[in-house]
């Protein structure tokens, strides 16, 4: 099977630091996907926070997010104590949904990149939904794409 293969994005417009800890090494020795993976969560949701939403709102009231896919291609190595940073992109936006894009990197050497598909959904209807406007809007302005 071939390996999906992420690109770097030109610019990440959140950072999200953080330091690894024991419950984020395998039994390698190092940063586990599952941690990543919980890791990436967390920059999501202090992107979100930093635009004052969060994953069940949108800016709408009612629009929230599920994901629909992850990626992950490892780079190289972290290890327990390592101070990494999270970087994050909005992408590909869609009248359903969105990509985000994210690397994470070590002084400067990149650990990881991944790529999640994010769709808008009604939590109280459990039913799919547009991304709101007013947050597409949001989008553009942090990206200077008016």
Do not use: C, W
């Not at 099977?1 to 984020?24: G, N």
């Not at 780079?75 to 994470?104: L, N, P, Q, Y």
Request: charged residues 25%.
């Amino acid at each position: 099977m071939p390996r999906i293969k992420l690109e770097e994005q030109p610019v990440y417009e959140f950072i999200f630091p953080v330091t690894l800890y024991p419950r984020d090494i395998n039994y390698g020795g190092h940063l586990g996907n599952d941690s990543l993976a919980s890791l990436i969560g967390s920059a999501r949701a202090h992107m979100l926070y930093s635009m004052g939403l969060n994953e069940n709102d949108l800016g709408d009231g009612k629009t929230g997010i599920i994901m629909a896919d992850l990626v992950i291609n490892f780079k190289s190595e972290a290890f327990i104590f390592d101070d990494i940073e999270i970087g994050t992109h909005i992408g590909e936006m869609r009248s359903s949904g969105f990509r985000i894009f994210h690397r994470v990197s070590k002084n400067g050497i990149v650990v990881a990149l991944a790529e999640t598909g994010i769709a808008g959904f009604d939590h109280g209807r459990k039913k799919m939904s547009p991304v709101p406007e007013s947050f597409r809007k949001k989008i553009e302005e942090i990206q200077g794409n008016r």
